[in-house]
């Protein structure tokens, strides 16, 4: 039975590839293992100079390997900074711009390391049991403070016994008294806190700055005399179920005094200090409790007085936060109409874009990402990105237009058809609301022949697509598909109001958005509108599911990685003490219907539609039983299913290469058990 259930790899391989061997110019599924793209940019002090961390897939050891690349502004000199099969991130100048901090487990587990520019010597200056996050200089460069797990140590609950020498016993318990004790991508957690560190930039030991049993982290910032670092923690008493209310911290680095900055419910964080120490910037919104909430920015006086909301009036969230070398404003990264934007904003709220082709780290569906820096002289760096290629290199100088300095894919996707990415806007059928959408035709498009549909839904549900590349999209169109994607009511990028449009109603209005996507796609003349199919990861797993409990138009369905039944997730999902307090308005057992009128589960007698489940079996976000139970429920229905486990695998699913490959080829394999085209 199993053997009906399980698709191998192997036998898809082989299904597809007599689809694709007379074009060997499409996009194949081991194209895969040759994609590369740019991320976290860092341009030196001087504008002269960017360290970038460039990704690559490694075909024989199925990992995603990173090295540091450096590109010279002037020249176009592009060359291997550091390489080879360790893994390499995190660059950053220090504040004279001779060395360079980062961190590998060349030797270990992860370290800092620096490097001297001019001579390219490399030392290891920590000695650390857990990876190092956010590392930071310090202005005079003396100084390198960073964020670090602590384990801590716990008494047992009861005592045993010892075993006898050379007893073999069982392992002993786990006693879990956290109240999020595991996390997707980590699994069980270990007992303890994120602190901050310092250590000498040249090596030596490094001291612990904070303690408490609480998380301190994000972003790093001096100020300018070096004596003051400010972060941001939640240090409540209840901080484990209220783990949206965190503080800014100005900690004193001579004496470890902590002030706390800010005092209000809701989050405050990733403080950044001003050139002359007076003012901090960071980010935060007064918390109502619902699913989605717009981020601002203030401004406050170093020592926490007259904080101002500076971005009032600004209807995107607000992201990555750095004053622009001059003081003048503040640089930031916003999502707009499903694209990431780099912009500025003045003390009087004056908002300016500088680039709207920010992204490129997503490779496999078309999200909204994206990251940058700044030099002294006002230059920017930064992850540049379009429908054609993944991340490469962005270069925007304080005066003059924007270059592109990296085209690392162009050796495999120049030589590539690829199918064209249109956007279109359709009205949703439920209120007229204007719907955002793109249409990726197959390559070789032919105007008078019609195609099937694949309907692909993004997650979250608060996220959002946009015009960038997706290995996954283009690959369905090469196999023959049109593709549609769109940003249903619920997305980002559109603002307060349409986003929190689902409050506590998701799914619902966005299935009649989606719907009027495929509606709008099918107007366009070149859609089978009886070769329709859908699919879409968590959210828009959820969504999927939903779909084909409301409708039998598509012929075929794969819910990947999905939540079924809201009250099983909600206990069991590794954010619980976050799900229950914003998606839904009470406890699972104080609003029981509430909960089930919302879940895929509750529509699953409507089921008619062939729909497979495809979800990591190590995914701690959308927990696999939320798969088996929705296959169990379409099993005795009697409805065509199959449950795909990918083994190992996290939410994410596609965290190594051939995961990615699987997840294509299962989901192309499954559509084409049920496509049968019209006869000519």
């Known amino acids: 039975m199993l053997k009906c259930l399980l698709i191998s790899i192997a036998a898809l391989s082989a299904a597809l590839a007599h689809a694709w061997a007379d074009d060997v110019s499409k996009l194949e599924l081991k194209d895969i293992f040759e994609l590369e793209y740019a991320a976290d940019p860092q341009i030196s002090p001087d504008g002269q100079s960017i360290v970038y961390v460039r990704r690559s ?234 699913g989605y909430q717009l981020t601002h920015l203030y401004v406050m006086n170093a020592d926490g007085s007259d904080a101002r909301l500076i971005s009032e009036g600004f209807d995107r969230s607000i992201a990555s936060p750095h004053w622009r070398s001059d003081g003048r404003a503040i640089l930031f990264l916003y999502d707009d109409e499903g694209k990431t934007k780099l912009a500025q904003i003045d003390m009087d709220g004056q908002v300016a874009d500088i680039s709207d082709t920010v992204g490129g780290n997503s490779l496999g569906r078309p999200y909204t990402s994206g990251s940058y820096s700044q030099s002294n002289n006002g230059a920017i760096a930064f992850t540049h990105d379009d429908a054609y290629r993944p991340g490469d290199v962005g270069f925007k100088p304080r005066r003059g237009d924007i270059r592109r300095l990296t085209d690392l894919n162009a050796d495999l996707l120049a030589h590539k058809a690829l199918g064209n990415v249109e956007e279109y806007w359709v009205e949703s059928s439920h209120d007229g609301e204007r719907i955002q959408a793109w249409m990726v035709t197959p390559p070789g498009f032919d105007p008078d022949k019609k195609y099937p549909l694949i309907l692909e839904i993004h997650g979250g549900p608060f996220a959002a697509y946009g015009p960038h590349f997706s290995a996954e999209a283009q690959l369905y169109a090469a196999a023959g598909y049109v593709v549609v994607y769109s940003n249903p009511r619920g997305s980002t990028s559109y603002g307060a109001d349409f986003g929190n449009a689902i409050h506590h109603a998701y799914p619902g209005y966005d299935y009649d958005d989606l719907i009027s996507v495929v509606d709008g796609a099918i107007a366009k003349g070149n859609v089978d509108e009886d070769r329709l199919y859908v699919t879409g990861g968590s959210g828009g797993g959820v969504l999927t599911a939903w779909i084909v409990g409301k409708t039998d138009r598509f012929k075929a369905a794969v819910v990947a990685k999905p939540v079924i039944n809201w009250t099983s997730f909600v206990l069991t999902a590794d954010f619980t003490n976050f799900f229950y307090k914003y998606w839904f308005p009470d406890f699972p057992w104080n609003a029981p219907d509430h909960y089930w009128e919302r879940s895929p589960l509750s529509l699953v007698g409507n089921v008619t539609t062939p729909t497979m489940l495809l979800t990591g079996e190590s995914d701690w976000r959308t927990p696999i039983w939320e798969t088996e139970q929705y296959y169990q429920a379409l099993k005795l229905r009697g409805v065509d299913t199959a449950m795909v486990r990918i083994p190992e695998a996290s939410h994410g699913i596609a965290a190594r290469p051939s995961q990615l490959v699987s997840k294509v080829a299962h989901i192309l394999a499954w559509f084409d058990k049920y496509d049968a085209p019209a006869e000519e």
């Open 57 to 290: 897939m490694d075909i024989m050891t199925d990992r995603a390997r990173s090295n540091l690349w450096m590109l010279d502004v002037r020249s176009g000199e592009h060359r291997p900074l550091l390489s080879g099969t360790a893994n390499y991130s995190m660059p950053r100048w220090s504040p004279d711009g001779k060395r360079l901090a980062y961190v590998s487990a060349v030797d270990r587990g992860a370290q800092i390391f620096i490097r001297w520019m001019d001579s390219g010597e490399t030392a290891r200056v920590t000695n650390l049991t857990e990876a190092p996050g956010s590392i930071t200089f310090s202005p005079d460069g003396r100084h390198i403070a960073f964020s670090a797990f602590v384990e801590k140590s716990k008494e047992p609950l009861a005592k045993l016994p010892s075993p006898p020498e050379g007893a073999k016993w069982a392992k002993p318990a786990k006693v879990v008294e956290e109240t999020v004790y595991r996390f997707d991508g980590a699994g069980y957690l270990d007992v303890g806190f994120e602190h901050i560190f310092i250590v000498p930039s040249d090596g030596g030991t490094a001291r612990q700055l904070t303690d408490g049993d609480f998380d301190h982290g994000g972003q790093l910032s001096f100020s300018p005399d070096g004596d003051i670092l400010y972060f941001s923690a939640n240090r409540h008493e209840n901080h484990e179920l209220d783990p949206n209310n965190s503080e800014v911290f100005a900690l004193s680095l001579s004496d470890l005094t902590l002030t706390q900055l800010t005092d209000r419910e809701g989050p405050d964080f990733n403080p950044i200090a001003s050139a002359n120490g007076r003012q901090i910037a960071y980010l935060g919104f007064d918390d109502s409790y619902q």
